[in-house]
Structure formats: C-alpha cells, structure tokens
C-alpha cells in the first residue's frame, strides 16, 4: 500500500501559509488540498470561535456537501466537544457516538482537531469520512501539525497588525 502524503501536502500548507494573504485564503487552499490527495476525506472544514459570541463556532472555508450546521454552540457536537476539551477527538462510528450532529447520512467516521491561539482554542479543523474508522494516528498526527500550521500563521498575522497600529 502506498505512504500517505502527508508531508507533501503539510509541505505544499507551510510554503502557502508563507504567503497567505489571510487566514480566510489560507483555509480554502488546506480544504482543498488535503480531499485531493486523501480521497477518504470526504468533509473538510473549519469552524472558527465567534469574536462576538465566544461560546459559538461558526463554518468557515469547507470542501464537501454543504452542511446546515454553520453555528454550533460549544456545548453541543464532536466539534463543540473537542473545544470543550481543548482536544483532538477522533470518533470511529458517528451513528454509536450521542453527540453527533447529523450533516451526512453517508458520513460514518469524524476527526476534530483544536487550533490554538497563544494558547487558547481559536477554532477547529473538522473532517468527516463516509469510512468507519478512518482515521489513524498518523491522521492526527498530520491534522495537528496542519492545526499548527493555521495557528502559527494567525500568532504572526496578529503580531504585524499590531505592529502596524
């Protein structure tokens, strides 16, 4: 079986994260990037801490089926989960899991990594497959770092507009 791209894409993320113009264009080039060379992604996305309503995530750039869940508080999901948490939550089997919110039928494994600003969680980046344990180690391994990634690029954006005033 063939390696897993992970450190081309993580490669192809750093060098645009580099050059980004913002944030908002740094997240559409990860969700693009990442179903092209890891088909079994089927859903991915970010959700964002709401400035004005910190206790609620809202849908930023996403690469799939549109979903109605484009706020969701962070009492409630897999994604308010891994807020609440401050951590990675992998969930093999959406349908045996009671804090799953339906946005697919066809969706049957999901993975939510935080990202954190100065060390508080900023938003997630959230990946639903239509597999039953889809996701590995190495997945959350590779979604962290691409959390890492995003975070970075937010910490240096804020540190030059500041620098700016």
Request: charged share 20%.
């Amino acid at each position: 079986m063939p390696e897993k791209p992970f450190t081309r894409i993580l490669s192809e993320v750093a060098a645009f994260a580099a050059t980004a113009s913002d944030l908002a264009a740094l997240q559409s080039f990860i969700v693009e990037i990442i179903p092209r060379y890891l088909p079994y992604y089927n859903w991915t996305g970010f959700y964002m801490l709401d400035a004005g309503a910190p206790e609620t995530l809202v849908l930023g750039p996403f690469h799939g089926a549109p979903t109605e869940h484009v706020r969701i508080p962070v009492s409630q999901g897999i994604c308010g989960a891994a807020v609440a948490q401050n951590a990675t939550v992998i969930v093999d089997d959406v349908n045996s899991d009671p804090r799953y919110l339906a946005c697919s039928l066809a969706t049957q494994s999901e993975i939510v990594v935080p990202i954190r600003v100065n060390g508080a969680v900023a938003g997630e980046i959230d990946i639903d497959s239509h597999d039953l344990a889809a996701f590995s180690a190495q997945d959350r391994e590779f979604l962290e770092k691409c959390a890492t990634i995003v975070s970075d690029f937010i910490e240096r954006t804020q540190t030059v507009s500041s620098n700016l005033k």
